[in-house]
């Protein structure tokens, strides 16, 4: 049986236009995330097919700024897994409403991303499978041919301090921060100021990445105490 449509009806092609205008935002960051990259010694193809694996804007600054202030992979990777977690108790809830053997759900499974999941909620535990897929085909095209072009582009932007690109990874986790103390509440603004001291108090002597990743984890046991009481 059919998902119900919802709002602005379903389908793919609907889906997809619904996520064209958050294309052009994550088209945007995708190619500053390429310069900043590139300007990391990444290289041309490196940066791309990081992009297309893993196709998340979070944990793949996540990553070049622990790798980029001279942090150990495994923190790196930690400091990714720990901000793409969210996607699993996504997924669990969207998994009734995608088709086919293991590996087409798993490949659907992709499409899972904040904000096409968000336009497929319909309420009530439901999900409209087709608009989310449609909503994410173009936030994935534009976050990979984004990445491109800032790749390519990184020879002609070689200065990214003297064009303020240095400041793109701060400044977005820091919109992530706003937009999570904003809905979270008075438990939300207890963890993040608790991880952010944590970090301050780590980060003169600690290895970089470190107070990143010490600071995630306080901040998420802190958030399923409060859930849990």
Excluded at 82 to 96: E, S
Excluded at 171 to 196: D, H, M, N, Q
């Amino acid at each position: 049986m059919r998902n119900e449509a919802g709002r602005g009806g379903g389908g793919y092609l609907a889906g997809a236009r619904a996520g064209l205008p958050f294309a052009l935002v994550v088209g945007a960051v995708a190619i500053s995330f390429g310069v900043l990259a590139r300007s990391l010694g990444w290289g041309v193809l490196a940066p791309i097919v990081f992009s297309v694996i893993t196709f998340s804007a979070s944990a793949q600054f996540a990553v070049a700024a622990v790798l980029g202030a001279g942090g150990g992979v495994f923190a790196a990777i930690a400091a990714a897994v720990l901000l793409n977690a969210r996607f699993l108790p996504m997924g669990v809830a969207v998994a009734p409403f995608l088709k086919g053997g293991p590996l087409r759900r798993a490949l659907e499974g992709q499409a899972v991303v904040d904000t096409s999941w968000a336009l497929a909620n319909r309420g009530g535990g439901r999900f409209d499978r087709e608009y989310m897929i449609g909503a994410t085909i173009p936030q994935a095209v534009a976050w990979i041919g984004g990445t491109a072009l800032g790749v390519l582009g990184g020879d002609v932007v070689s200065d990214v301090e003297r064009l303020g690109l240095d400041v793109i990874f701060p400044a977005f986790f820091l919109a992530l921060l706003v937009v999570e103390l904003r809905s979270g509440g008075k438990r939300a603004i207890v963890a993040a100021a608790t991880a952010a001291a944590l970090a301050a108090a780590l980060v003169p002597f600690a290895t970089p990445g470190v107070p990143v990743l010490a600071a995630s984890c306080v901040a998420a046991l802190l958030g399923l105490r409060g859930r849990s009481s």
